[in-house]
């Protein structure tokens, strides 16, 4: 089906604003690989991001980095063990400024391996979308690169939130379904760049060769720019639905739930060629919307713990409920550090091996019809919270 012409120019869209000292630009690239040799499937993802651009640094500055100033008498004060040495401050806490690139294996044996590089090593050609930082390449048909981070340098660099360890990547991706919307005002911007995408190639994870089925990689893009994130960050999103009415499978359907914005959720889906979007910057009166993340009790014939995410959604012309579990075993926890600073973080609980179930009904006069009841896998669940960093 393509990308459309909106959607291109949208995923430009910041990188010459003027929000360049205090903004975040991030991109995201989620996607299933298959172990070379055993044939077992695990969820991947990759992030590229830019934070605070115009803030000048001759090395990539993170807000999380120790940073001490003292003189040379106090550190004879330090040594001795002087009661002076309990004077010796802190420098005041600075703003992060740099582009980080991070590979991650999601699920219980989740892995985030990563490269913080100077804003300034960053080649980026607006004009036709590609972003070049050394070896790792970003544009609107493929991916490739490598990170290598060893034990010592991630036990010396605790501010990195990232583990140890090697993957390089070739990948190309097809976009199979965009929506040049999703949220937007003054302070930021998210839209899905594909709630469905067709992702091949070959990666590297720490030694394990996997390679990318098309038809299986349950690929999804999006793209988010703003000062800040959101202070509740929630998300479901899925290309793996089967209808429960047909049995069949919906090879043409998928969707994205994102928010919290001003309060409220946006909901981009397509249902075999049908298009339903609600906008949280739209007029309030267009949809209602309620949503949750709460831990579920624990069914006795299964023994795992369960995150329930849920969306009820009303408006004049469609019900859309959506109950989504995600085993927590299965989640991990992402950092982000926040564009102000301030040992500031975006905490998010994550996976992309969700399941449940999908109903959407179409209101008629008085009466509903049942559009669709599908059943819901692989689908990535996110939920979390701006927070003062423990680090």
Not at 135 to 149: A, E, H, P, T
Not at 306 to 333: G, P
């Amino acid at each position: 089906m393509g990308i459309s012409k909106k959607s291109i120019s949208l995923n430009k869209f910041g990188l010459n604003g003027l929000q360049k000292r205090t903004g975040i630009y991030l991109w995201r690239f989620f996607f299933k690989g298959i172990e070379r040799n055993s044939g077992d499937e695990k969820n991947f993802s990759i992030e590229f991001e830019i934070l605070n651009p115009g803030l000048q640094s001759d090395e990539p500055l993170l807000g999380f980095k120790p940073r001490v100033q003292i003189s040379s008498d106090d550190l004879q004060y330090a040594l001795a063990g002087t009661k002076s040495a309990e004077d010796i401050r802190t420098e005041s806490l600075v703003q992060p400024s740099y582009a980080a690139v991070r590979f991650q294996m999601l699920g219980s044996n989740a892995k985030r391996i990563c490269r913080y590089l100077n804003c300034s090593e960053i080649n980026i050609n607006t004009k036709n979308f590609e972003i070049r930082c050394g070896n790792i390449l970003f544009n609107f048909n493929s991916l490739s690169g490598f990170l290598d981070l060893t034990q010592e340098e991630n036990d010396q660099h605790p501010e990195y939130m990232c583990d140890s360890g090697y993957v390089s990547w070739k990948i190309t991706y097809d976009i199979w379904k965009d929506f040049a919307c999703g949220f937007k005002n003054s302070d930021l911007l998210w839209f899905p760049l594909a709630v469905q995408a067709n992702f091949a190639g070959t990666f590297n994870f720490n030694g394990t060769d996997y390679v990318i089925n098309p038809k299986k990689s349950s690929g999804y893009i999006e793209r988010f720019w703003g000062k800040s994130f959101p202070e509740t960050w929630f998300h479901i999103s899925s290309s793996n639905l089967t209808s429960i009415i047909s049995g069949h499978t919906l090879f043409n359907s998928s969707f994205a739930v994102k928010g919290i914005f001003d309060g409220r959720l946006s909901f981009l889906a397509n249902f075999e060629d049908t298009e339903i979007k609600f906008l949280a910057d739209s007029s309030k009166r267009d949809y209602s919307v309620a949503w949750d993340c709460t831990q579920a009790p624990v069914n006795d014939e299964d023994d795992d713990e369960l995150l329930h995410w849920t969306v009820s959604i009303n408006s004049k012309e469609w019900i859309i409920d959506i109950d989504v579990f995600c085993k927590v075993r299965e989640l991990e926890t992402a950092l982000l550090e926040a564009p102000e600073g301030n040992r500031r973080v975006l905490n998010i609980v994550q996976s992309s091996s969700g399941y449940g179930e999908l109903k959407l009904f179409k209101r008629r006069k008085s009466s509903l019809e049942q559009m669709e009841y599908a059943r819901l896998s692989s689908v990535i669940c996110e939920f979390g919270h701006i927070e003062d960093s423990e680090i």
